[in-house]
């Protein structure tokens, strides 16, 4: 099906490469899971189209086989039907010319009705453990509810793409684009860390290959919270203490595993995600001035007050901060940019999903599921219902063609 869209009309691959963008580059690359909108569409994770695996693929289990002592024949029957996924390479080339990101429709993708009803259902069900978690950590209860459903709607879209070939299709047949080289290098390493992950999880053959071979997005993200094969080596936690981290079937881990991921990346306890920007023109002309995104925290609050950007803050004048510039379309052909003051939390979740986009609709979703701000905010234009039919009407021909 994906093959079908695609091959459709250009204007097709262009509008698919633009939303695929809107997340893949609203802010940086990502780290622990690239995601469209987080999750490709349905058709998209279902494609099976595939390629025969490629020849630089056996030096490389060679290196594995020798730098972590895994028997040769053992990697090279579990990628004797590794395959590279042409879908994939399409899912990741950077955006048309001309596209511009848009804050208000990213947003309003992930912060809506449905997902704040599973979001209060999934807190509700493990509140016991998410506060246990919350205390131990530091990190609010409702931002460990909030990555959990912006990453995949507690579960419901955690990727059909085996992670094993979509590695394999990352790491040795990435685009050909400016960062070809180092993408992947990114890739191969985590082709490396799966291996690790599932060989020390159960060496034994089946189990093995079976491990390599579950499916996650199409970077190779997995389970509930899409943590990337380095990060559940480095930060996954055993929630439930059951003896193993299984972030796609236990809600405790994913929980327990998120919570110290923020943790480690330097979540700060009491401290807010992010500040308001001051309304007026001296404030925005300030924040347009210091935008420069990149999420690092390069300038100190006092800073932020001296140019009156904030209101008066309990926290400290050396607080660490940064400018968060999203981003929209505006009615006259222009952009529309609203600012605000990214702190140390902000930046955490950006480690998580290197991301401004990203960051802020986890922060203000959380704050949607304390009731602190409403689903709906802003003007972001959501196709009619009568769009949506005709969409539906036009796949359905398009599909009746094809097998005509």
């Given at each position: 099906m994906l093959k079908n869209i695609f091959q459709h009309t250009q204007k097709a691959k262009l509008a698919l490469a633009a939303s695929l963008a809107i997340a893949l580059l609203s802010g940086c690359?990502?780290?622990t899971g690239t995601r469209s909108e987080n999750t490709p569409s349905k058709a998209q994770e279902m494609s099976n189209e595939t390629d025969q695996k490629p020849d630089s693929l056996a030096p490389f289990l060679e290196k594995l086989s020798q730098d972590h002592h895994i028997p040769l024949t053992d990697l090279q029957n579990s990628f004797e039907d590794a395959k590279t996924i042409p879908s994939i390479k399409k899912l990741v080339l950077p955006p048309p010319p001309g596209f511009q990101k848009n804050w208000k429709v990213y947003r309003s993708r992930f912060i809506e009705p449905k997902r704040l009803a599973a979001g209060q259902q999934f807190w509700k069900k493990h509140q016991a453990f998410i506060k246990e978690t919350s205390d131990k950590t530091g990190v609010p209860p409702e931002l460990i509810v909030s990555i959990i459903g912006v990453e995949t709607i507690y579960?419901?879209?955690m990727g059909?793409?085996?992670?094993r070939d979509t590695l394999v299709t990352l790491g040795f047949q990435y685009p050909d684009t400016p960062n070809r080289k180092a993408r992947e290098t990114l890739f191969k390493n985590q082709l490396e860390d799966l291996v690790i992950l599932c060989w020390k999880?159960?060496?034994?053959?089946?189990?093995?290959?079976?491990?390599l071979n579950q499916n996650g997005s199409y970077a190779g993200a997995i389970g509930l919270p899409q943590f990337m094969p380095g990060s559940i080596l480095r930060f996954a936690v055993d929630g439930d203490q059951d003896g193993k981290i299984d972030l796609r079937n236990s809600p405790q881990d994913a929980i327990a595993s998120v919570a110290n991921f923020l943790k480690a990346h330097g979540w700060i306890k009491n401290e807010p995600v992010y500040l308001e920007l001051l309304p007026g023109d001296e404030a925005q002309q300030a924040a347009k001035e210091l935008a420069d995104g990149e999420p690092k925290a390069k300038i100190k609050l006092g800073e932020m007050l001296q140019k009156n950007m904030i209101a008066s803050t309990n926290l400290p004048p050396e607080t660490p901060s940064l400018v968060v510039d999203l981003p929209s379309p505006d009615n006259q052909g222009?952009?529309?940019?609203?600012y605000v003051v990214g702190l140390r939390n902000f930046i955490a979740i950006c480690d998580y999903n290197r991301s401004f986009f990203y960051a802020q609709s986890v922060a203000e979703f959380a704050e949607v599921l304390k009731g602190e701000?409403?689903?709906?905010?802003?003007?972001?234009?959501?196709?009619s219902k009568k769009a949506k039919r005709t969409k539906k009407s036009s796949s359905k021909q398009a599909v009746k063609k094809k097998k005509d």
């Open positions: 690359s990502t780290t579960g419901r879209n059909n793409f085996s992670v999880e159960n060496p034994k053959a089946k189990p093995f290959k079976a491990c222009g952009t529309s940019t609203k701000m409403p689903v709906m905010q802003g003007d972001a234009k959501q196709p």
